[in-house]
Nanobody
Framework: QVQVVESGGGLVQPGGSLRLSCAASGSIFSIYFMGWYRQAPGKQRELVAGIISGGTTNYADSVKGRFTISRDNAKNTVYLQMNSLKPEDTAVYYC?????????WGQGTQVTVSS
């Protein structure tokens, strides 16, 4: 049994910053992939940023230069530092992890960028 729990969402003004955290717990040997996705109302869920166990990262073009993904393997935790936030970043942000051939999702955390 694996649990994935996100935290750190909230309301922020345009230009502000937020840091999301996602902690995995349970029967975990090694997490290969950890990533952040988001889904805005009426839109499909999209990949925001991902990081694999070796440290290689990838980002959606819309967040490059503003968001940074990192992970702490000892804590089975992934972070998303979001700077220079824009109203179009408003969405529910989900964490997804891959352990072997299985994928696990968190319940999501709301990020709202508004003045």
């Amino acid at each position: 049994q694996v649990q994935v729990v996100e935290s750190g969402g909230g309301l922020v003004q345009p230009g502000g910053s937020l840091r999301l955290s996602c902690a995995a717990s349970g029967s975990i040997f090694s997490i290969y992939f950890m990533g952040w996705y988001r889904q805005a109302p009426g839109k499909q869920r999209e990949l925001v940023a991902g990081i694999i166990s070796g440290g290689t990262t990838n980002y959606a073009d819309s967040v490059k230069g503003r968001f940074t993904i990192s992970r702490d393997n000892a804590k089975n935790t992934v972070y998303l530092q979001m700077n220079s936030l824009k109203p179009e970043d408003t969405a529910v942000y989900y964490c997804k992890i891959r352990i072997s051939t299985s994928y696990y999702w968190g319940q999501g955390t709301q990020v709202t960028v508004s003045s």
